[in-house]
């Protein structure tokens, strides 16, 4: 797979339950691991992994 990044057009919190919510700020660039139905999975820098939704493309993130 080719070396795909997306950045957030804006910022996203994930909440989990006992847990203190991650924030990523608008302009994190995120690598796209792997296309999955309706969404990507994603890694930041220090190798957390989650998915994004492909319908908030171009409203939460964009391909660069």
């Known amino acids: 797979m080719e070396n795909h990044?997306?950045?957030l057009l804006k910022p996203i919190t994930l909440k989990k339950e006992n847990c203190s919510p991650?924030?990523?700020e608008t302009g994190t660039l995120l690598?796209?691991?792997m296309h999955a139905p309706g969404?990507?999975?994603v890694r930041?820098?220090?190798n957390f992994n989650f998915l994004i939704s492909l319908k908030d493309k171009n409203t939460l993130w964009r391909e660069i």
Do not use: A, N
């Open 5 to 7: 990044v997306i950045e």
């Open 22 to 24: 991650l924030i990523f």
């Open 39 to 41: 969404g990507l999975l």
């Open 31 to 33: 690598k796209v691991l």
């Open 44 to 46: 930041d820098d220090e």
